[in-house]
């Protein structure tokens, strides 16, 4: 079965610890993304990486840092340098390509700082 | 700067009615253009998508989007909305050149609701 799969489902944090948020897909696709969802806010992208052992920082990348180690896995940090770190996390992959622009979204993370 | 506005927060409709959401984009080239559906709680399931060719762009669920360039809009219609339709939707342009290939920007959102 392909898809793409986050954990764990619900998350919570106390004020100073870092987590980490796991993203793996078995889609054999190239680029895959992380997005930060606050209510009435819609996605706003957090790193990306088109390749393995490559990422770009996104628009709100503070406090927040990753690793592309193997093509299907994609895990995001949340450090305690993030100063609202509450929110929805969506990760996506996408394959590589003209015309293959397509992102497909993981189940999600809810991250709950106590 | 590249952009995506979507008007509405909130619609609400009744079930059997006719929907239509709006979308309009702001970009320099020919774009790339996605609607996708979220339930709460869960992760964004594709609906359609724009690339180039006829501009009329059919769905899965019975959605349906036209590209309109002159008006830069992509907009979601549905005949006879369905009771399970209540979601939030998002529409996304995709940057199609440079070191940002594949990117998506998004827009905040309409959340729909479902009168029986």
């Known amino acids: 079965d392909g898809g793409i799969t986050q954990s764990p489902k619900y998350l919570f944090r106390k004020e100073g610890q870092n987590v980490t948020l796991s993203c793996e897909q078995n889609?054999?696709?190239?680029?895959m993304y992380w997005y930060r969802q606050d209510p009435g806010q819609g996605l706003r992208l957090i790193y990306y990486?088109?390749?393995?052992?490559?990422?770009q920082k996104g628009d709100i990348a503070e406090g927040y840092s990753v690793s592309r180690e193997k093509k299907e896995s994609f895990p995001l940090t949340v450090t305690s340098a993030q100063k609202n770190p509450t929110a929805f996390y969506l990760c996506a992959s996408k394959e590589s390509g003209y015309g293959r622009d397509t992102q497909y979204f993981g189940p999600g993370t809810r991250l709950t700082v106590l | 700067a590249q952009s995506v506005t979507q008007p509405d927060i909130h619609i609400t409709v009744s079930e059997g009615a006719s929907l239509e959401l709006r979308c309009n984009y702001s970009?320099?080239?020919?774009?790339?253009l996605f609607w996708y559906v979220q339930s709460p709680g869960q992760g964004l399931q594709l609906l359609l998508k724009?690339?180039?060719?006829?501009?009329l762009v059919q769905g899965i669920k019975g959605f349906e989007a036209e590209f309109k360039r002159s008006q830069s809009s992509f907009n979601l219609r549905k005949p006879s909305v369905h009771w399970s339709d209540a979601a939030e939707y998002f529409c996304?342009?995709?940057?199609?050149?440079?070191?940002?290939?594949?990117?998506?920007?998004f827009g905040k959102g309409t959340k729909l609701s479902v009168k029986p």
């Open positions: 970009y320099g080239a020919t774009p790339y």
């Open positions: 724009y690339f180039s060719g006829d501009t």
């Open positions: 996304a342009v995709g940057v199609n050149y440079g070191g940002s290939q594949g990117n998506l920007i």
């Open positions: 990486s088109q390749i393995v052992n490559d990422f």
């Open positions: 889609l054999n696709h190239d680029a």
